[in-house]
């Protein structure tokens, strides 16, 4: 669906739920995907949450899946804009973010700690150093760069399948999503992980509760990664899922909602 | 550079959709004979019918079999998803079905199985959708016949019985201009010989009955959606794009963007149509898709050696198959088929009607059978049994005479499949 922000619409999905019929004294939820997606990653947990007491909406950042407008160039103006959609659905709100979206939902925790209740963060590291390759497929190949982010993505039991889902290819599904991506989005978005500094500085000013789902097969934000922001948080929780990659909402989606809802609970 | 780290193609056909089963540690995929599933929830159930998650709830929508199959397919093709079917046909109807409406219009190849050829001509128009057929050979053809109402344009990738080779990207260029998908059969190729995604098709028909089973013991379809096609904003696929009451007003691209094709098909279709494949015929295409590399190869190969001797025959007149110079898409199919293109031919007899009759009666090795694609060696005369509810002129337009022989390459050796051939030609001409 798209929703009016300001002089603009962005778009999100939230169950199928007609806006006029949820619950405004729900708790709010927002989902923020990562470099080169769209909001379908959460599909897993986006119907669900909201037929379970929340108003749950996974947006589509500027420039991705169903939202117009210019490509917003740092995590700090994401956060911004995150900011003004959690005003705009009647926040404050449970953020929830992956990979990209983690930094996203960790910058709006820090700096705009009036519109956020709590902070998940899913694949998450105090850097994203991208691979010179991966930056390289991005610019000038976004199918061969998309088969990257899938193939590294997914832990290896993805590879061979079983999706709970049944009938999708969870690798197929990924690669689709990120070569359905705009033109130069994954680029952009991949630049800007990997000159990203701020994680550290951010954790320390975070009041909110934080909660860290890590993947003990995420080649893309390996465990030890996380540590330093894991260290810099104050009293974080931190998850972490056997044999899962980087893509923990849609590889272990059943561990995922029930870690939102008790995060969700507990905050 | 590095490489994408994914599984190459002959480990998909051994492994993709399945990990060893849990409970049992059984490394051959289980067939779970059982029409239902335990909840553990009423909760849990209520999320399940609300496609809120993932899960079985009953083996008409979906089983745990069948899954591993729907997944390998998908994976095979470089889909995002697979919905398997009792049939090839069936798999058709479900992909029609779940993207057009009543006044909707395709346009078609003329070069198809005339059972699909049928169920467009006088079945579909029942329900109010026309189709018009065009040459596939030029992409305008399919763009001239197009109109306000056309939601798809139709082809096999490899025709029947002429072995038409489908300029899939050619065609996908033009369906999307208008912005309507290209949905093809790729039956006779299978995705050892073309993955028709990588090409620009969205969606790819089968029926696995074929080559991708390879046994001929077992029926079963699948639909493979490829995960490219923005259907929202094509504007013209209401049952993806707009609220469904069905499922309290979900719209399938908000929720569920590249799968919304699978997920729809599935939670409507098989539920309502009710065309779902039995997880014992899941099983059987399972072990078949297990070998289809190498099967696919020694298709290929005996092709050729059928291909030599008909062409030194005298009572040969002429040879249609791609890999053969003398068929019209020759350089097409050497630039997309690298690996051959397939195991299917025909050829014209010496002698016509009555010829091609005494060449059928003459085979011993060969089965004279309506199917294709079998481990075994099949002829038949489509003009007397596959394509016989076709008039005489639409047979012509097909390229279907009455001398036309189609001949399936098996498996066997090649000196018997050609000693029985020869033959029979030989006996034909007495």
Not at chain 2, 23 to 50: C, K, M, W
Not at chain 2, 82 to 106: E, Q
Request: glycine fraction near 10%; aromatic fraction near 6%; proline fraction near 6%.
């Amino acid at each position: 669906m798209l929703i009016n922000l300001a002089d603009s619409y962005f778009s999100a999905a939230n169950g199928g739920i007609d806006l006029k019929e949820m619950n405004e004294n729900d708790p709010l939820v927002v989902l923020i995907h990562g470099a080169g997606m769209d909001r379908t990653v959460w599909f897993q947990q986006t119907r669900f949450l909201s037929h379970h007491g929340y108003r749950c909406f996974a947006v589509d950042l500027p420039a991705h899946g169903g939202t117009e407008g210019p490509p917003l160039e740092t995590i700090n103006e994401m956060a911004d804009w995150i900011s003004s959609v959690i005003e705009r659905l009647g926040g404050p709100a449970h953020i929830v973010g992956h990979s990209m979206g983690s930094f996203i939902a960790l910058a709006t925790a820090a700096n705009h700690p009036d519109s956020v209740l709590s902070a998940t963060l899913i694949a998450v590291a105090e850097g994203m150093p991208v691979h010179p390759d991966l930056q390289t497929a991005a610019d000038d190949n976004l199918p061969k760069g998309a088969s990257f982010i899938a193939g590294w993505g997914h832990g290896p039991d993805q590879h061979l399948g079983g999706n709970p889902t049944p009938g999708l290819w969870m690798i197929g599904g990924a690669t689709a999503v990120v070569e359905n991506s705009k033109p130069g989005i994954l680029s952009l978005d991949l630049s800007i992980c990997s000159s990203y500094e701020e994680t550290l500085q951010q954790a320390q000013s975070v009041k909110c509760p934080t909660t860290l789902i890590l993947g003990s097969r995420d080649k893309m934000t390996p465990r030890r990664a996380a540590q330093p922001l894991i260290d810099a948080l104050t009293n974080p929780t931190v998850v972490e899922l056997e044999g899962v990659g980087h893509m923990s909402m849609t590889e272990a989606p059943k561990e995922v909602r029930q870690v939102l809802l008790d995060n969700f609970s507990n905050s | 550079m590095v490489e994408p780290d994914a599984h190459k193609f002959d480990t998909k056909s051994l492994h993709a959709g399945q990990r060893p089963d849990p409970s049992t540690g059984s490394r051959a995929v289980p067939i779970h004979q059982t029409t239902s599933y335990v909840f553990d929830s009423v909760d849990e159930a209520a999320a399940l019918y609300n496609l809120e998650v993932g899960g079985h709830i009953y083996s008409r929508i979906s089983n745990p079999t069948v899954a591993v199959l729907e997944e390998r397919i998908a994976a095979l093709e470089g889909g995002v998803g697979a919905v398997c079917t009792s049939s090839g046909m069936a798999a058709f109807h479900l992909a029609v079905a779940t993207l057009l409406n009543t006044g909707d219009h395709i346009v078609s190849s003329q070069n198809l199985y005339g059972g699909s050829h049928n169920m467009m001509t006088f079945t579909m128009p029942r329900f109010g959708i026309s189709t018009t057929f065009v040459d596939p050979h030029e992409p305008k053809s399919f763009l001239d016949a197009a109109n306000e109402n056309t939601k798809l344009f139709y082809a096999e990738v490899l025709g029947n019985p002429g072995i038409e080779v489908l300029d899939i990207e050619a065609i996908a260029d033009a369906a999307h201009s208008i912005g309507v998908p290209l949905v093809v059969d790729a039956t006779f190729a299978t995705p050892y010989l073309i993955r028709p995604i990588e090409h620009g098709a969205d969606v790819v028909i089968h029926s696995l009955t074929k080559f991708l089973g390879g046994h001929g013991i077992a029926i079963g379809g699948a639909v493979v959606d490829g995960g490219r096609f923005d259907w929202a904003a094509s504007g013209k696929f209401p049952t993806l794009s707009e609220p469904y009451d069905g499922y309290h007003g979900i719209v399938f691209t908000d929720e569920f963007g590249p799968q919304a094709l699978s997920m729809r098909a599935r939670a409507e279709g098989l539920k309502d149509f009710g065309a779902c494949m039995s997880p014992s015929n899941a099983f059987y295409l399972l072990q078949g898709i297990e070998t289809l590399p190498l099967r696919m190869q020694k298709h290929v190969s005996n092709t050729h050696s059928v291909l030599d001797l008909l062409d030194k025959h005298d009572a040969v007149e002429w040879i249609r198959h791609p890999d053969h110079p003398s068929h019209p898409d020759h350089e097409l199919a050497k630039r997309l088929y690298t690996k051959g293109s397939g195991a299917i031919l025909s050829f014209g007899i010496s002698g016509g009607r009555e010829a091609g009759k005494k060449f059928i009666e003459s085979v011993e090795l060969a089965s004279h059978l309506a199917n294709v694609g079998d481990a075994k060696t099949l002829v038949i005369h489509p003009a007397s049994t596959t394509h016989q509810q076709m008039s005489a002129e639409d047979l012509s337009t097909a390229g279907i005479g009455e001398d036309l022989v189609r001949i399936s390459v098996g498996l066997e050796d090649p000196a018997d499949i050609c000693a029985d051939l020869d033959r029979a030609l030989k006996a034909s001409q007495r």
